[in-house]
């Protein structure tokens, strides 16, 4: 009986634990919502993706 009040007042966190574990977790939370946003938004080509072909494909039609 008494071991498991001891475990209980070791798994108790401070207020500098919570705001630390909370600080933590919000932050891994936005990076994983910019990774996110990042992958799953519109794609936007740059301008050197609208250069002409540089290669001849023979194309010929008669």
Do not use: Y
């Amino acid at each position: 009986m008494k071991a498991n009040l001891i475990l209980a007042e070791l798994a108790r966190l401070s207020s500098a634990g919570i705001a630390l574990m909370t600080l933590c977790i919000g932050l891994v939370l936005l990076l994983c919502a910019f990774c996110f946003w990042r992958i799953l938004r519109k794609p936007q080509p740059s301008e050197q993706h609208h250069t002409p072909l540089d290669i001849d494909i023979h194309d010929t039609k008669s």
